[in-house]
């Protein structure tokens, strides 16, 4: 190693965390006075990070239950965030699933099955990957709305709907589980037609058993893809029962009713579970991610 | 179908194979069910639907039915879920971009002239209260002011009866049941006996009323308020006048390259059009290069071998990464807000300023980028982690005693080295920013509006949320012109994503050639 010397380190050193520090305070500073304000008294008010009169009220309508303040008048939750909370994991979980099944089953066929056309199926894919569901929002509503007419299930303002175009996602996931299939050896599979599995058989007992890390980093990505999802849901939901969190909390801050201090505890009671889950996935997701987009 | 195709390959194949009996009932199962649904969505004048359903059932039962597709069958749910999800939307949407469909042309032919021939106008003079009485085999209306009453009637389709003076029925319906008949009811024309004839004019009444429009022919209507003959116009999705004047509701039809024209030649939407691109295109470059930029100078200090707390740094860093965008996105909503967000209240308190970060447009575009920053610097920095490792130690060691000083190393060096595998990912991060919606539409809404505008137009619109709000929030719902111009963003992200598909090759090459 080049040997620098030691007041030299020591000042770089400082450097370093000095500038990391600051700028970590920068970065995390809206965390900070969001869980300052989710504690503070009405929903307008402005004061120091630790509040000076700190109250459950926005935490007690944030859970759904009505907060009685000293002078005895009772406050009810603005909107149903636990309702809202339900929808997107439901929504998450249904569509999650679905998508991994799709993927996991394409990715198989792209790595493993000789099928004619597949280098042309894959490069359309990769091109094809790259048109966001989103741009086709107007295709979107005019196509539920018209689905609607027939049965309501298909309609607008249903989660069937949301769920069956959140399907699209799989183009995004099949890369990765087929970069995961590819790195494994093909002795494995020759072994097994061998001793006489079908493709099937192979994908059911091996492959598949031998997928399930991979399968669940994927489940958790299209999970948070789907409860993150704004556009969407905000086209082809329209009762405040049905919506998910990522359409319900843009009406914390509308510009006629702002509600700030009861969004801030909102934000951290569904942000958090989600964070939590990331943070977890995230050390699989990086590499998934690059290799995804480098192998293909 | 599908059965008949398949015993005829198993008679070639000589060898009755028992174990196929309940994948191709199941197959079978599956393709009647999708053949129904594609009949059923015909039937409801919804053919394209139903096309796509048929489709999808000759597939299935091809790719399951038949032995022949058998590697076919782990491809076709994916590629099946590809074409319906996203190629028909996308084609929809271009399709919809040579339609005139909007708020104002919704509906079909038929129902327009429905909804038009539907309305009239009540002559309160005749307007008298009614009930409905129970008969052996349907209702009788009972008019309790004139004292007459009807022939039975069904009510449960269109009908016409007479009215004729009467006693008043003993089994009358209370209003609440009334009303629940109200669909047949309004079906329904009654006949006094001097001639006049009765509708159904509100939830108790019947009166006279004389209808708005009057079909005469397949393409025409009468308007009885002044006897003028009004004529479908194909062209354009309307009845008009004789004088050219359009009547409201119109219907969707194809206007071919309308749309397009009008974005290119009417002033109103080619001005703020070109100014939004150019901004999309700034936006999304800037995005890319800042964090970019940030994700590369926190990776570099976070590889430094003398760094002690590494992991806690890296964790605390992707932070705003883990935390779900909308919501990070509205946090900053409320923070810039002018006056009561945090931040205006320290810039006050430090330097004596309050920025009107939303009303001003160049300040809304300094947020956007700040926001947006913010929220991707994580990313670029857990990539640039992961390719700064791929550079060799010894390269840099080596120049380092050549008397490099470490920014030269980074530039000379590193830099080079890690660039060409992070093009297509930046190239992605690009097309990402491109399409940005989320954070438009959660910080901005595209506003504050560009003066003179036709059609809503902010400073901060990219063109995906300058079309999103042209389709779902503005009154007019122009879903026709904004699926033109979505074609226009399609045409810049297929030639993004054709790039990408260029440097992902050369990178997967490069590594090729290295291994």
Do not use: C
């Amino acid at each position: 190693m080049i040997v620098e010397r030691p007041a030299d380190l020591r000042r770089k050193k400082i450097l370093a965390h000095g500038f990391l520090i600051i700028f970590l305070v920068l970065i995390l500073f809206p965390f900070l006075v969001v869980v300052s304000i989710s504690f503070r008294e009405g929903n307008f008010a402005t004061g120091s990070i630790w509040p000076s009169n700190p109250t459950l009220e926005h935490w007690y309508l944030a859970l759904g239950l009505n907060y009685t303040r000293a002078n005895g008048t009772v406050v009810t939750p603005p909107y149903p965030v636990l309702l809202w909370m339900w929808n997107s994991i439901k929504i998450g979980v249904i569509a999650g699933v679905g998508v991994l099944a799709l993927s996991t089953i394409s990715a198989y066929a792209f790595s493993r099955i000789r099928i004619r056309g597949k280098a042309v199926l894959l490069d359309s894919l990769f091109l094809i990957q790259m048109f966001p569901t989103t741009l086709a929002l107007v295709a979107i509503y005019a196509i539920f709305d018209a689905l609607g007419a027939v049965t309501p299930v298909m309609g607008l303002d249903s989660h069937v709907a949301l769920i069956a175009i959140y399907l699209s996602a799989v183009t995004l996931h099949i890369w990765t589980i087929k970069g995961y299939f590819d790195s494994i050896d093909t002795a494995l599979d020759k072994a097994a037609a061998i001793d006489g599995a079908t493709p099937w058989q192979t994908f059911r007992y091996i492959f598949l058993p031998l997928a399930v890390p991979i399968m669940s980093v994927v489940f958790v990505l299209a999970f948070i893809g789907f409860v993150n999802d704004y556009p969407i849901a905000s086209v082809l939901i329209r009762s405040e029962a049905n919506m998910t969190l990522a359409v319900g909390s843009r009406l914390y801050l509308n510009e006629f009713r702002y509600l700030w201090g009861n969004f801030a505890a909102a934000a951290i009671l569904s942000g958090l579970p989600i964070t939590v889950v990331f943070l977890i996935a995230q050390r699989y997701l990086v590499s998934g991610l690059s290799d995804g987009a480098v192998k293909g | 179908m599908t059965a008949s195709v398949d015993l005829a390959h198993k008679d070639k194949d000589q060898v009755p194979r028992l174990a196929a009996v309940p994948r191709l009932v199941g197959v079978g199962i599956v393709t009647l069910g999708l053949l129904f649904g594609a009949f059923y969505l015909y039937m409801l004048a919804q053919p394209l639907f139903g096309a796509i359903l048929l489709a999808l059932a000759v597939g299935v039962a091809i790719v399951f039915g038949t032995n022949r597709f058998y590697g076919a069958r782990f491809i076709f749910p994916g590629v099946a879920a590809v074409l319906i999800f996203i190629a028909f939307p996308v084609i929809y949407t271009i399709y919809l971009g040579f339609t005139n469909y909007s708020s104002f042309n919704l509906l079909t032919y038929e129902r327009a002239v429905s909804v038009l021939t539907a309305r009239g106008t009540v002559d309160p003079e005749t307007e008298q209260p009614f009930a409905v009485a129970r008969d052996d085999d349907g209702y009788r209306i009972w008019m309790p002011e004139a004292g007459l009453l009807s022939e039975p009637v069904t009510l449960d389709a269109p009908a016409e009866a007479e009215l004729t003076p009467g006693d008043s029925p003993i089994d009358l319906l209370t209003p609440r049941d009334a009303v629940a008949l109200r669909s047949g009811l309004q079906a329904l024309v009654l006949t006094t006996p001097d001639g006049r004839e009765l509708r159904n004019s509100g939830l108790r009444t019947f009166a006279t009323v004389t209808p708005d429009f009057i079909r005469i022919d397949e393409d025409s209507l009468l308007r009885t308020a002044d006897d003028v003959t009004l004529t479908a116009d194909h062209g354009r999705g309307f009845f008009v006048t004789p004088e050219g004047a359009t009547v409201p509701p119109g219907w969707r039809v194809n206007i071919g390259f309308g749309n397009f024209e009008r974005v290119f030649n009417s002033r109103g939407i080619r001005g703020p059009m070109v100014s939004i691109f150019i901004w999309t295109l700034i936006f999304a470059t800037a995005s890319v290069v800042l964090t970019f930029a940030v994700g590369l100078t926190l990776a570099v200090i976070l590889q430094w071998e003398h760094l002690r707390f590494k992991s806690l740094y890296r964790i605390l860093l992707i932070l705003p990464y883990a935390v779900p965008a909308f919501i990070s996105i509205l946090v900053f909503r409320g923070l810039f807000n002018q006056n009561f967000g945090e931040i205006n209240l320290i810039l006050n308190a430090l330097f004596g300023i309050s920025p009107t970060w939303f009303t001003d447009g160049t300040l809304a575009r300094v947020m956007l980028l700040i926001v947006n920053t913010w929220l991707g610097y994580p990313y670029m920095m857990l990539l640039a982690m992961g390719f700064l490792q791929s550079v060799p130690a010894d390269h840099k060691k080596a120049a380092a005693l050549e008397g490099a000083s470490s920014a030269r190393v980074f530039f000379t060096i590193t830099l080079p080295q890690i660039i060409p595998p992070f093009l297509p990912l930046l190239i992605a991060a690009f097309a990402f920013n491109f399409n940005n919606l989320v954070l438009v539409l959660l910080l901005t809404q595209g506003l504050p509006d560009i003066p003179g505008t036709v059609i809503p137009a902010g400073q901060t619109d990219i063109l995906a949320s300058f079309t999103y709000r042209m389709a779902f929030n503005d009154s007019s719902q122009q879903f026709g012109l904004a699926g033109a111009i979505t074609l226009l963003i399609f045409v810049v992200v297929a030639a993004i994503s054709y790039l990408n598909f260029v440097a992902m090759r050369r990178a997967a090459n490069r590594r090729a050639g290295r291994v």
